[in-house]
C-alpha cells in the first residue's frame, strides 16, 4: 500500500509507467483497495455487489455496468489524493453525483472506481450583494434554495430532478426557467476542478466572482457540460437572482400541436418576458393527468409562468391570453395560489414518472434535441408522426421557449426489436435537429449514446480539437473513458507524443525518429522500437 501512495506522489516524473495491469480486466488488488481506505478512511470505500450496482447505472435504459470500487471523499484534499491515486495506476475515475441523468454518463463499462462527492455538501460561501454562492457537489438544487429561502434569493435552473449543482454543470443542466433566467452554462461563474492527476485548477481564478471577464481562454466553459470526462468538479460559484415579486402561471390547450408551437414562437416574438414556457402532447397531458390527477382537457398543451411586480404581470398575462386565442387556445387556466402552481409544476416535474406508469414493468428512455425556434413548429410536428410510425409508447414535452424538447418513450428492455426501433427512432430525431441547423441535444448531454451524432455535428475538425484537448488534460484517457472513447481510444488515435518516440528500424523507409500516434500491438515490433522516454515540453 505504502508503494502505491508513493507512485502517485511521483507519478508526474513517470507519467507512462505501469503498475497495476490487471485494474483494466476489473480487478483491483487488495492493496490497491488499502490504499483508498487509507485516503478516505474504511468506512468510506465499498466494494459490496449492492453499492456497485447502485453506481453503475443513472435514470436511462443503458445496463447497469458497476465499477470495481466506489469512495466516499470528504474534502477536496481527498480527492486529489485519489486523482492521483487512480492515475498513478491506470484505473479509470468515474464522478458520480445523484445519478439522476438520463445518457448514461455514470456507466462504468471499463470498471475502475466511482467517486461520489455527495458527502461533500457544505455551502461554502454566500455573497448576497454579490449574487452570487460557493457550493460543494453534494448540494442539490433544492437544498440551495432552502438555504437561500430567507434572502430574498434563489437558483432558478431547474432541470426537474433533484439533481447535485456540480453534477448539473458537469451535464450543462437547464430546465423550465432556461427561457428567462438561461442554463447552467450562463449561471456558473467559477468553478473548482481536481485534474486527473490530481492538481487543483479554479478555472476563473481562486475565490474569484466577477460577471463578465475578457481575461484569456473561458476554462469554465470548457468544464461545463464535460460530463466527468476533463476532471472532477469539487465547488462551484453560482450566480443568485432575485426572488420575483409575484408570479402567476396558466394551462391553456391547443387543437394541434403546429398551434401550440406557433403561440410560443408568436409569445417571444412579442417580446412578453415569459419565465416558463412548457409543451406538453396529448399523450404526456393525458399521462400527467392520471398520475398527479390534474384535470387538463386531452389536447396539446402549454403551462406558462410568469415573474414580476403585479402590474407587470397583469399586462404580461393579458398579453399572453390575447396571443394564445388567435392560435385556437381553449380551456385557458390560470393559478395565482402558491399551492396551485406548486400542484401544475410538480405534474410537469413529475412527466418522466407519468409516462413509466403508461407500462407499468417497462423502462423509460428520454432524448432531447434543441433547434432554433423558427423551426421548432417543423420538427415537433414531424416528430409525433415518426413516433406513430415506429410503432412506439411515447410522448413529446419539453422546454419550447428556447427550441428544446423531449421524448420520453416506454420500452421492454427486454425486447430486442423494439430496442432498435426506439435507437433507430432517437438517431432520426437527432438527425432531423442537425439538419435544421439544430444540437442533437439541449441539455441531457452526449453520455453513451450520442457519441456518433456529436461527431456529426461539430465535424472532423471539431471531433480533433476534442481529441487534442482531452489527451491534453487527460493524456491517459482515464477519466469517465466510455463517454470518451471515440475521442481517445488506445489503438485509434491515442495522441501519446509527449511521452513517447520510436525509432524506425527501416529508416530508408521512413524518418529515423518520429513521433507514435497510436498505441502499437505486437505486429509492430520488428518494425519499430518503442522508446519510453519523457520528453521535453
Not at 487488495?30 to 455487489?49: I, N, R
Not at 410537469?348 to 434543441?370: E, F, I, M, Q
Request: with cysteine.
Amino acid at each position: 500500500m505504502a508503494s502505491l501512495l508513493r507512485a502517485a506522489a511521483t507519478w508526474r516524473l513517470f507519467p507512462w509507467r505501469g503498475y497495476c495491469s490487471s485494474v483494466r480486466q476489473g480487478k483491483l488488488s487488495k492493496d490497491f483497495v488499502e490504499a483508498l481506505k487509507a485516503v478516505v478512511g474504511s468506512p468510506h470505500v465499498s466494494t459490496a455487489a449492492a453499492v456497485l450496482e447502485q453506481h453503475g447505472h443513472d435514470e436511462s435504459i443503458h445496463r447497469c455496468q458497476p465499477p470495481d470500487a466506489v469512495v466516499w471523499p470528504q474534502n477536496v484534499e481527498q480527492v486529489s489524493r485519489l486523482a492521483a491515486l487512480c492515475y498513478s495506476q491506470g484505473v479509470p475515475i468515474i464522478p458520480f453525483g445523484t445519478g439522476t441523468g438520463l445518457e448514461g454518463g455514470v456507466c462504468a463499462m471499463q470498471g475502475g472506481v466511482c467517486i461520489n462527492l455527495t458527502h461533500m455538501d457544505r455551502i461554502l460561501a454566500l455573497n448576497a450583494e454579490d449574487f452570487s454562492v460557493v457550493v460543494e457537489p453534494g448540494v442539490t438544487r433544492k437544498a440551495l434554495n432552502t438555504y437561500l429561502r430567507d434572502s430574498g434569493l434563489w437558483f432558478p435552473v431547474d432541470p426537474g430532478a433533484d439533481a447535485s449543482l456540480c453534477g448539473m454543470a458537469a451535464t450543462a443542466a437547464s430546465g423550465t426557467n432556461a427561457v428567462r433566467y438561461g442554463t447552467i452554462r450562463e449561471n456558473v461563474l467559477n468553478l473548482e476542478v481536481v485534474l486527473p492527476g490530481g492538481q487543483l485548477l479554479h478555472t476563473a481564478g481562486q475565490g474569484r466572482h466577477f460577471r463578465k471577464s475578457a481575461a484569456g481562454y473561458n476554462l469554465t466553459g470548457l468544464f461545463v457540460g464535460s460530463e466527468g470526462t476533463l476532471g472532477l468538479i469539487t465547488a462551484a460559484t453560482l450566480r443568485l437572482h432575485p426572488v420575483p415579486e409575484a408570479t402567476v402561471a396558466a394551462t391553456c390547450a391547443f387543437p394541434s400541436v403546429q398551434a401550440a408551437v406557433d403561440s410560443t414562437v408568436s409569445i417571444l416574438q412579442a417580446a412578453v418576458p415569459v419565465a416558463r414556457i412548457e409543451f406538453l402532447d396529448d399523450v404526456m397531458i393525458d399521462a400527467c393527468n392520471r398520475h398527479s390527477k390534474l384535470n387538463c382537457s386531452v389536447a396539446p398543451t402549454l403551462f406558462l409562468e410568469f415573474h414580476g411586480s403585479q402590474q407587470a404581470l397583469a399586462e404580461q398575462v393579458q398579453r399572453a391570453e390575447e396571443i394564445t386565442q388567435y392560435h385556437g387556445a381553449s380551456h385557458f387556466s390560470w393559478a395565482k395560489e402558491a399551492e396551485e402552481r406548486s400542484q401544475l409544476w410538480a405534474a410537469r416535474h413529475n412527466a418522466w414518472y407519468a409516462a413509466l406508469a403508461l407500462r407499468p414493468g417497462c423502462k423509460g428512455y428520454s432524448t432531447d434535441v434543441c433547434v432554433p425556434i423558427s423551426r421548432l413548429p417543423e420538427i415537433l410536428v414531424q416528430a409525433k408522426e415518426d413516433l406513430k410510425a415506429a410503432r412506439l409508447t411515447g410522448g413529446l414535452l419539453g422546454h419550447v421557449g428556447d427550441g428544446n424538447f423531449h421524448c420520453i418513450l416506454v420500452v421492454d428492455p427486454e425486447d430486442p426489436e423494439e430496442l432498435h426501433r426506439v435507437k433507430a427512432f432517437a438517431h432520426q430525431l437527432g438527425r432531423r435537429a442537425l439538419a435544421l441547423h439544430g444540437t442533437c441535444t439541449g441539455e441531457h448531454g452526449i453520455g453513451l449514446g450520442k457519441r456518433q451524432l456529436l461527431q456529426e455535428e461539430v465535424g472532423a475538425v471539431g471531433v480533433e480539437t476534442m481529441r487534442q484537448l482531452k489527451a491534453t488534460l487527460d493524456p491517459r484517457g482515464l477519466m469517465n473513458p466510455d463517454l470518451s472513447s471515440d475521442f481517445l481510444r488506445p489503438g485509434e488515435g491515442m495522441v501519446l507524443t509527449l511521452q513517447m518516440k520510436v525509432t524506425l528500424r527501416n529508416p530508408g523507409l521512413y524518418p529515423k525518429t518520429v513521433l507514435l500516434v497510436g498505441t502499437p500491438g505486437p505486429e509492430d515490433l520488428p518494425m519499430v522500437n518503442i522508446i519510453y522516454d519523457r520528453l521535453p515540453h
